[in-house]
């Protein structure tokens, strides 16, 4: 006969015994036994799962757990990471010593670009940056030390088409950070201090502290307009001994202000200063990368030569590979510009991570001399050369009233065999060149010729773009229309300027005016004495820049009858 229903899987039919022997009256209690620990299974499993999505791991031992919190990712970041809350079972961090964070990643990455770990402020309901994340050699992991254990906390990826935005301010500039650069820079450097004979380091940390998305790192710099700056670094580098001491004493600088790294700008060393220098980076390096800090490195160009591409006092395959940016400094001759960066960049890329290279562009103009001399001009020192103006009278020294006479554009006057303000093709720039000294060329940085050096960042896969000065002063160029496209979109806009914005425009106050397009207006004065003005308006294809001259027209002599002023033509 079939028994009706099925048999429980732990309990056989029958009377002759149990697996384990037992007689057939303790079947019943074994199977209460079995049924509680089962039931006592899922709710140990229901309690760990709950505990899970509570964000409470209690087999956690670190500084840091994980946690489920469900936390939004701002716009423009990637998290890489999980969310991590402080372990209320650890001690507080000790006032003298930081505590180290190491956090797995989601996924392996060899990307270590904008990567830093942020805090959760719960009154803001915002995300903020506490230090850099430095990637560990095999892609898995990232790690930092902070002074204070914040409560919440991941690590997120800047997302930035262009890669790293790099801003170079003055010491206690920070507040003038030019409005399109809010929210887009990376990497902060304010010139705050020099290095001092001694091989200590002179000068005071920025006083206002900065606020933003982006890892601040105060710069050491030195370089040949400080006639002394550069005996004193070749005397630090001379010794092993005086390197050592320079390295401690910039450790002890980053340590006391408590900084998340620093960077280096030691322009203009001789040749013979290359291994030296070399050595001293790589020293600092390894002992600030110890320490979860991040170096980097301000460097001048290249020399393209005839046949070569000669690098002088940098040995920039060493210092590729201690330092973890190396922001090339702009290369200011214009009329090699575009013959000569291809050739560098394709050097240097041979020698460097692409992705560590970091090509600088500025809002300064470039006065260039006979001998080869370049001089930086801000935009407005270079405009008021361009509107000088002159009165040409003629034969009769005294301006007289219904009479003909010339106002020259001095610099700008094309009937003078003098360029006027035109488009270069072959620069990629806004130019003028005018006679001093044998004649001199001005180079304009804007809009449009930044854009032609920024389509050489995605060319050469470099690691992103910094500005020589971020600042908003008005008396710069201002090349941030071109730089926030970049930034957001990681291709260059490569335009150029209207020529009929380039041509000079001129009013006078009264009387008759005409011509004027190459640089000289013919201006018939009022019948009146008086003092009038005349004005000149030029334009670098983005701004428009005016100076203006009183003119005191006297009287025509009364003897014998007053002319009439002949038309102008």
């Known amino acids: 006969m079939n028994r009706r229903g099925g048999q429980l899987p732990w309990g056989a039919g029958g009377s002759s015994g149990s697996?384990?022997?037992?007689?057939?009256?303790?079947?019943?209690?074994?199977?209460?036994?079995?049924?509680?620990?089962?039931?006592?299974?899922?709710?140990?499993?229901?309690?760990?799962?709950?505990?899970?999505?509570?964000?409470?791991?209690?087999?956690?031992?670190?500084?840091?757990?994980?946690?489920?919190?469900?936390?939004?990712?701002?716009?423009?970041?990637?998290?890489?990471?999980?969310?991590?809350?402080l372990n209320a079972n650890k001690s507080a961090v000790p006032p003298d010593r930081g505590v180290q964070v190491l956090l797995p990643l989601t996924k392996g990455t060899s990307d270590a670009r904008n990567l830093s770990f942020y805090r959760y402020v719960a009154e803001?309901?915002?995300?903020?940056?506490?230090?850099?994340?430095?990637?560990?050699?095999?892609?898995?992991?990232?790690?930092?030390?902070?002074?204070?254990?914040?409560?919440?906390?991941?690590?997120?990826?800047?997302?930035?088409?262009?890669?790293?935005?790099?801003?170079?301010?003055?010491?206690?500039?920070?507040?003038?950070?030019?409005?399109?650069?809010?929210?887009?820079?990376?990497?902060?450097?304010?010139?705050?201090?020099?290095?001092?004979?001694?091989?200590?380091?002179?000068?005071?940390?920025?006083?206002?502290?900065?606020?933003?998305?982006?890892?601040?790192?105060?710069?050491?710099?030195?370089?040949?307009?400080?006639?002394?700056?550069?005996?004193?670094?070749?005397?630090?580098?001379?010794?092993?001994?005086?390197?050592?001491?320079?390295?401690?004493?910039?450790?002890?600088?980053?340590?006391?202000?408590?900084?998340?790294?620093?960077?280096?700008?030691?322009?203009?060393?001789?040749?013979?200063?290359?291994?030296?220098?070399?050595?001293?980076?790589?020293?600092?390096?390894?002992?600030?990368h110890g320490q979860d800090k991040k170096l980097t490195l301000a460097l001048p160009p290249p020399l393209k030569t005839k046949d070569r591409v000669d690098d002088q006092g940098y040995d920039w395959a060493e210092l590729g590979k201690a330092a973890d940016l190396l922001e090339i400094w702009p290369m200011r001759d214009q009329s090699t510009y575009r013959r000569d960066a291809p050739d560098v960049l394709q050097y240097l890329t041979s020698l460097v991570r692409p992705e560590k290279l970091v090509l600088t562009v500025t809002p300064y103009a470039t006065e260039k001399t006979p001998d080869g001399g370049l001089r930086p001009l801000t935009i407005s020192e270079a405009m008021t050369i361009a509107t000088k103006l002159s009165i040409r009278t003629g034969s009769d020294p005294k301006l007289s009233t219904s009479s003909n006479v010339e106002v020259a554009a001095t610099n700008v006057d094309r009937?003078?065999?003098?360029?006027?303000?035109?488009?270069?093709?072959?620069?990629?720039?806004?130019?003028?060149?005018?006679?001093?000294?044998?004649?001199?060329?001005?180079?304009?940085?804007?809009?449009?010729?930044?854009?032609?050096?920024?389509?050489?960042?995605?060319?050469?896969?470099?690691?992103?773009?910094?500005?020589?000065?971020?600042?908003?002063?008005?008396?710069?160029?201002?090349?941030w229309t071109?730089?926030?496209?970049?930034?957001?979109?990681?291709?260059?806009?490569?335009?150029?300027?209207?020529?009929?914005?380039?041509?000079?425009?001129?009013?006078?106050?009264?009387?008759?005016?005409?011509?004027?397009?190459?640089?000289?207006l013919k201006w018939a004065t009022p019948p009146e004495p008086g003092t009038y003005t005349v004005t000149l308006t030029v334009s670098d294809g983005v701004a428009l820049f005016e100076n203006e001259i009183p003119v005191n027209v006297q009287a025509r002599a009364t003897s014998g009858a007053t002319p009439t002023p002949s038309p102008v033509g």
């Open 19 to 85: 697996l384990y022997g037992r007689a057939s009256r303790n079947r019943g209690y074994g199977r209460l036994v079995l049924l509680g620990a089962i039931l006592l299974g899922v709710v140990l499993l229901v309690w760990f799962v709950i505990s899970k999505a509570c964000g409470e791991d209690k087999s956690c031992d670190d500084f840091y757990c994980p946690s489920s919190q469900s936390i939004a990712t701002p716009d423009g970041y990637e998290r890489v990471t999980s969310v991590y809350t």
């Open 124 to 288: 803001t309901k915002s995300w903020e940056p506490v230090a850099p994340a430095t990637l560990d050699g095999q892609g898995k992991q990232v790690s930092a030390t902070f002074p204070t254990a914040p409560a919440v906390l991941t690590v997120l990826r800047r997302l930035s088409p262009a890669g790293e935005v790099v801003a170079f301010l003055g010491h206690n500039d920070i507040a003038r950070l030019h409005p399109d650069a809010v929210g887009r820079i990376t990497v902060l450097h304010t010139r705050d201090f020099k290095p001092a004979a001694d091989g200590g380091v002179t000068g005071e940390l920025s006083t206002v502290r900065p606020e933003g998305n982006y890892a601040w790192y105060p710069l050491l710099s030195a370089d040949a307009s400080d006639k002394e700056a550069i005996p004193i670094v070749t005397g630090i580098l001379s010794s092993a001994a005086s390197r050592s001491n320079h390295v401690q004493r910039i450790l002890k600088l980053v340590a006391d202000a408590k900084l998340s790294g620093v960077g280096v700008a030691y322009m203009d060393l001789p040749a013979d200063q290359r291994t030296s220098f070399s050595l001293f980076v790589a020293e600092l390096a390894q002992a600030l």
């Open 415 to 479: 009937t003078q065999n003098r360029s006027g303000i035109t488009w270069q093709a072959e620069t990629a720039c806004v130019a003028f060149s005018y006679e001093l000294n044998g004649g001199r060329t001005v180079w304009l940085e804007n809009f449009f010729s930044v854009g032609f050096k920024l389509e050489l960042i995605p060319r050469y896969r470099l690691g992103g773009v910094a500005v020589e000065d971020a600042s908003g002063n008005v008396f710069l160029g201002n090349i």
């Open 482 to 520: 071109a730089l926030v496209p970049f930034i957001t979109s990681g291709q260059p806009l490569l335009l150029q300027p209207n020529q009929v914005d380039l041509k000079p425009q001129w009013k006078v106050s009264a009387g008759a005016k005409e011509g004027g397009d190459r640089g000289v």
